[in-house]
């Protein structure tokens, strides 16, 4: 009886570029690329932080955007005061009323202060904090991009072990089917027992890299259950997806470059740190405000009545005072402060501006480095397809050889496992170009 083997192979091709799941196809829930980046970006902590980054730079752009308006506060006060009092001077010293009167003392009073020049500070501030809320939105679109990257990466690696199961399932059964074969073969005394014997040992073999292989997905695709931050891995699964291997297009690398989060949250960043010099070179300047404030107060005499009259008389009538006016605060010598912080806030800036190029090569040379890994892998996986084509065709003569009893077991064997081995590298290259060309394509 001859083993279709030619049949077999073509199934391994198959299983290989279209995994058809047969292991783990058990009442899983497959999650899609699509639904595993967006989870992602929803539970990531990362991207939750960067979140919180673009709330507290609002708030802080918001405090900014109020410096401008009145501040107002409103104080009372209530004091007792025990021996002499000079009504005439409000001394507690030099009576010229009684001795030992002993009183209450009731203040209160409402003071506005509103800033109306501050040499350019709070306008700057207001600018530098505007820009720090648009660099940490970049970087919340950065941590995004970011993260689909990984999550994508992980996936493609789940369904690369995926298509590594099935080809082990597929190359254990040709093995099997041989084994009974052999044993057949040796029952009726046409082949030696020694060839079952290497037959059994690479069956055992197959059933070592199937079980190698299942181990590496389970791995995988626990790995990747646990980035999407699930509070469970078990029923976790991934489903296919439709990949075609063409040629990658060219890269607009200046294009890509100054609209990319990184490049706009440096950018971002050089503006608000110049903002910051201004509110630096602020201390140079004098600052002008408004003041007004009405205070009061009523004293009860506890034993001498002193003849102001009562609470309402006392406190919003005799004792009523009202100032408003003009306060200006000229610099003049603050240690060298202002110089200190002007010359820190111009290195931060120089900083910034350094790493703004260092952000740009960095981004240049990445994509370049993509664009030309995606490229090696297309040539890669040409490669081990035409390398499949060319096992496939050594076992099938291999096979007729030894129906013939032209060659052993033992060379038939060998080229099965070369067949897989071949099978395994156009899989591994299959997704190491998937791989290259997702992530290129975050790069367009």
Known sequence: ????????????????????????????????????????????????????????????????????????????????????????????????????????????????????????????????????????TANLEKARKDIGIQIAIRYLECLCNKSMVD?????????????????????????????????????ASDEYALAKAKGDLTLSLTDLAQMLNLPTTEGFDVAPVEETSVPPMPIDYDGVIERWPSILAAKSSIESNKAQVKVARSGYYPTLYFEGYVKTYYVNMFHTDIGWGGFDKQFFDKNLNEVVGLHLSIPIFNRFQTRSNIRTAKLNLMEQQLALDDARQNLRTEMQKAYTNTIVALDKLDAAQKAVDAAAVSVSYEQERYD????????????????????????QAKYEYFIRQRILDFYK
């Open 1 to 136: 009886m001859r083993i279709p083997v030619i049949s077999n192979l073509r199934g391994l091709a198959f299983l290989m570029l279209f995994p058809t799941s047969l292991t783990m196809s058990h009442a899983q829930r497959q999650w899609t690329l699509d639904e595993c980046i967006s989870y992602a970006i929803d539970h990531n902590i990362n991207i939750q932080q960067r979140a919180l980054d673009i709330k507290k730079s609002q708030v802080k752009l918001e405090t900014s955007s109020n410096a401008w308006l009145p501040e107002v506060s409103a104080r009372v006060g209530e004091q007792f005061s025990f021996g002499n009092y000079n009504a005439t001077t409000g001394s507690l010293t030099s009576p010229t009323v009684a001795d030992n009167n002993d009183l209450a003392y009731t203040t209160g009073g409402i003071t506005a202060t509103m800033n109306l020049f501050d040499g350019f500070k709070t306008t700057s501030q207001k600018r530098a904090d505007r820009f720090s809320l648009d660099a940490a």
């Open 167 to 203: 080809v082990a399932l597929s190359q254990l059964d040709v093995s099997q089917k041989l084994c009974q074969r052999a044993a057949a073969l040796v029952e009726d005394g046409k082949r030696p027992l020694s060839e079952l014997k290497d037959v059994e040992a690479s069956v």
């Open 404 to 427: 013939a009893g032209r060659s052993s077991v033992f060379d038939l064997i060998n080229a099965q496992q070369k067949h897989m081995k071949a099978c395994q590298d156009a899989v």
